[in-house]
DNA sequence: TCCTTGCAGTACCGTACGGTACGGTTCCGT
DNA sequence: ACGGAACCGTACCGTACGGTACTGCAAGGA
C-alpha cells in the first residue's frame, strides 16, 4: 500500500528533534509544561522559529501528531494458509500490540492533549489524533476479521462491528482508566488471550477452536 | 484544611448554584472557559467567596465533582425471583444507563478536566472521579452479576471479569471517541442489546438463553 | 570578500489568569 | 437600634503565557 504523502508534512530533521524534545516534555509535564519559551529552551532554538515552521501553538500540537504518527508503522502481516491456531495467534498478538500502544506514554499523553482540547469547537486534534493514530491498527484488525471468514474460521454479519466487539473484550475501560491516571495492567498477554478466547467463543466457526487446556478459568 | 474523600460535603443551597454554573460553564467552553472571574461573574458572586468556600481552583474542580456525583442516584433495584428474562432485561436497562450516563454533557466535561489534569502527579481528580462516579454503577453491575449466578443464570470464576467483559461489550472504544470530541451513537437501546446478547452468549448458563426470534443479525 | 539566508538568544508587549484586599450592602441576632 | 457576619462588586497585584521584533552570528554561494 502507498502511504498518503500530502498528510505527512515531512518535517526537516531538525525539526523533528524539536518535535521530540515537544513530545518528551509533554509526555513529563502534560500540556502545561509545553509552551512554547519551555521548548524553545528545551530544544535550544528560537521561538521565532517554532513560529516560522509551524505557524502557533496549534500547529506544533498538529505537528506533534502528525510526526508521531509517522514514526508507528503498522505492518501488514498476510501469511499464507490461515489455520485456526494460525488466526487465534494473529489475534493475540493484535490484541497485545493494541494494549502495548494504548499504554504508551506517548500515546496517552497524546490522547489526554487531543482530549483536553477537544471542548473547543475548532479543534481538529481529536478527529488528527484518531485519523493518524487509529486508522492503521483498524485497518490491521479489518483484515484480519476478513481473513478469517475467507478462511471459514469467523463467522459475524458486519466485519467492522466485530471488531468493535473484539476491541472491546481487549480494552474494555482500560483505557478511560489509564488517561485518568491509572496504572496499566501487569499482563497485557493474558488480557489479550482471555479476550480472543472470548472473541472465537462469539464469533468462532466451529466450537472446538477453544482447546480445553488452556488456562482461562482463573484464580 | 482538607475534607475527607469519603464523606460528603453537603454544600450550601448558594454553593450549589454557584457549582451548577460552574459545570454549565464547563460544559459549554471547556476548562479554559472555567476560571474564577468568570465564574463569579456568572454566578453572581464574588471571587472571594469563591476561594472562601472551595479554598482554590482544584477545591472547586474536585467539589463540582463531588456535587455532581451527589446528584446521580443510583437505585438498587433487587425484585423477587429471578428470571433469565428479567435479568436480560435488567443487563439491557444498565447497559442503556451506562451509555446514557457517559454520553451525557456533564459527564464528559468532567472525564476531560480529569483527563487533562490527570499529567500533574498531584492531582487527585481522576481517582476523585472514578470513585465517586463509577463505583455506584461498578456496585450495580457487580449485583446484578452475583444475583444471576445465584440464581443459576450466569457462569462466571469471578464477578469482576465478568463485568469488564460486559463493559466492554457495551462501550467498547465509544467513551473515548466521544472524549475526543465524536457523536454518540443513534439508538443506545440497540448497542445495549447487542451487547448483552453477547454477554450472555458467553456467561450465560443455559444456551436457550439466546433466543433466535431477536434481530441480531443485520448490518 | 561581501552579501544573503537562517537561526539562536533575548528583550519586549499585551493579555489574562489565580489569588488578595477593600469598600459597600444586606441580613440576622440581641 | 446596634454590631457583626456574610457577601457582592471591583480594583489590584504578581506572574506567566503566546506571539513579535531585534540583535548577533555562522554558513554558503557568487
Chains 1, 2 share one sequence.
Request: net charge neutral; proline share 1%; glycine share 10%.
Amino acid at each position: 500500500m502507498t502511504a498518503e504523502l500530502s498528510d505527512m508534512p515531512e518535517f526537516s530533521p531538525r525539526q523533528n528533534a524539536v518535535l521530540e524534545q515537544a513530545l518528551k516534555l509533554l509526555v513529563d509535564g502534560g500540556e502545561k509544561a509545553l509552551t512554547t519559551s519551555g521548548l524553545a529552551r528545551a530544544a535550544n532554538c528560537s521561538k521565532e522559529s517554532l513560529y516560522k515552521w509551524f505557524g502557533d501553538r496549534d500547529g506544533l500540537l498538529a505537528a506533534m501528531i502528525a510526526y508521531q504518527a509517522s514514526k508507528v508503522r503498522t505492518f501488514e502481516r498476510s501469511g499464507g494458509r490461515l489455520t485456526a491456531d494460525l488466526l487465534r495467534e494473529h489475534l493475540e498478538t493484535f490484541g497485545r500490540d493494541l494494549l502495548e500502544v494504548l499504554s504508551g506514554e506517548v500515546s496517552l499523553a497524546l490522547n489526554r492533549l487531543a482530549i483536553g482540547q477537544a471542548s473547543r469547537e475548532g479543534s481538529k486534534l481529536g478527529r488528527l489524533l484518531v485519523e493518524h493514530g487509529r486508522r492503521q491498527i483498524d485497518r490491521r484488525a479489518i483484515g484480519l476479521m476478513e481473513a478469517g471468514r475467507r478462511a471459514g474460521l469467523l463467522r459475524f454479519p458486519d466485519a467492522d462491528s466485530a471488531y468493535h466487539t473484539l476491541y472491546g473484550l481487549i480494552v474494555s475501560d482500560l483505557h478511560v482508566r489509564m488517561l485518568l491516571g491509572e496504572n496499566g495492567l501487569k499482563d497485557n498477554a493474558r488480557q489479550a488471550e482471555k479476550a480472543v478466547h472470548a472473541f472465537l467463543s462469539l464469533h468462532g466457526a466451529s466450537q472446538n477452536t477453544e482447546r480445553a487446556g488452556r488456562a482461562h478459568s482463573d484464580a
